[in-house]
């Protein structure tokens, strides 16, 4: 029932920049703050990134998000290997008055 | 330091009802914010279920709307979530989490399995 759409998957070497695109509409990402989770193996998603590039004490700064019309996307710089986890973006959706999650994208550090 | 955390049945039957409390630790849910559920299918991506306000007023996730309720005891600290006449769909972990200007402190999440 996801109505923002990510990659299934992106991947990356140690030090390197993984970028995860979200796509919505008009009446979530469109009109709407952008919100990333991490989700490590076997746990509780985390805020990561809120209000479309804000991070939450704690989140490193190689984390950064951006929005543009209808799209999202995340940035990991740096690339870690605990940075190895799913991501999914979310937004609060005007027509269908609720909030809505990305289908998320799992990040492999090759 | 606010902490969530999930509690319920981890087994129900097909046709059943599932009933799960998320109890607060650390903030007094009387004074404000939001409260929700979330929860996520074996592999699969997260579903926003409902959220209610410390004041009480709910809002649902229409593809659930008909089958959900969600309420809050302030006397407790706890909100809690029902779902009605469940089936194998439902199989999922079940989150709840404190919502301001998004979903930012969640509980460890409960799974909860419908099968006979």
């Known amino acids: 029932q996801s109505v923002l759409t990510q990659p299934p998957s992106a991947s990356g070497t140690p030090g390197q920049r993984v970028t995860i695109s979200c796509s919505g509409s008009?009446?979530?990402?469109?009109?709407?703050?952008v919100n990333w989770y991490q989700q490590l193996p076997g746990t509780a998603p985390k805020l990561l990134i809120y209000r479309n590039n804000q991070r939450p004490s704690g989140v490193p700064d190689r984390f950064s998000g951006s929005k543009s019309g209808t799209s999202a996307s995340l940035a990991i710089s740096g690339l870690q290997s605990e940075d190895e986890a799913d991501y999914c973006c979310?937004?609060?959706?005007?027509?269908?008055?609720?909030?809505?999650f990305g289908t998320g994208t799992k990040v492999t550090v090759l | 330091q606010v902490q969530l955390q999930e509690s319920g049945p981890g087994l129900v039957k097909p046709s059943e009802t599932l009933s799960l409390t998320c109890t607060v630790t650390?903030?007094?849910?009387?004074?404000?914010?939001?409260w929700g559920w979330i929860r996520q299918s074996p592999g699969k991506g997260l579903e926003w279920i409902a959220s209610v306000h410390h004041s009480g007023s709910t809002h649902y996730n229409p593809s659930l709307k008909s089958r959900v309720t969600i309420s809050i005891d302030t006397s407790k600290n706890q909100f809690s979530l029902k779902l009605t006449s469940v089936t194998a769909a439902d199989t999922a972990m079940y989150y709840c989490?404190?919502?301001?200007?998004?979903?930012?402190?969640w509980g460890q999440g409960t799974m909860v399995t419908v099968s006979s």
């Open positions: 650390g903030y007094s849910i009387s004074s404000g914010y939001n």
């Open positions: 979310a937004a609060w959706d005007d027509s269908l008055n609720g909030f809505v």
């Open positions: 008009s009446s979530n990402i469109g009109s709407n703050n």
């Open positions: 989490a404190r919502y301001g200007y998004t979903f930012d402190i």
